[in-house]
């Protein structure tokens, strides 16, 4: 997973062309324990970077999923909404949230490699 790119949020983002698919990390659901409820962005909606894009809800507490890239929202993970359960057993492949056509690329340079986010995680305790 090295082309991944990872945000303080506990997102992950990766590129195909244009379009970034966007989920959040193994550290986010290690964190919120058993995954019981997940709220998506609408298709079609143009969400800003570091913007609300979602909600995920566990057995320990709510959060909020924040978009580390603006863009406009092509396609949901409809697959997740039906069992969040997934999103537990597989964070940063199968269970992404939605994908984006994203607007400005350089936005990407704000995001951290696996490398700097693992020391990140790491080093915050969060």
Same mark, same amino acid.
């Given at each position: ?22 989920? *959040? ?20 909606? #143009? ?32 697959? *997740? ?7 537990? #057993? ?22 951290? #490699? ?13």
């Amino acid at each position: 997973m090295s082309d991944v790119k990872f945000s303080k949020e506990h997102e992950w983002l990766k590129m195909d062309g244009d379009i970034a698919t966007i989920g *959040i990390t193994k550290h986010a659901t290690e964190m919120l324990g058993d995954i019981v409820f997940v709220e998506l962005p609408d298709l079609g909606s #143009n969400v800003k970077k570091d913007g609300n894009a979602g909600v995920v809800e566990s057995t320990k507490a709510a959060s909020d999923v924040y978009t580390p890239v603006s863009g406009e929202v092509v396609e949901n993970n409809q697959a *997740i909404v039906d069992d969040p359960g997934k999103i537990n #057993n597989d964070p940063e492949n199968e269970a992404w949230f939605f994908k984006l056509r994203i607007k400005d690329k350089s936005e990407l340079e704000t995001l951290m #490699n696996k490398e700097e986010y693992d020391k990140f995680a790491k080093e915050s305790g969060n």
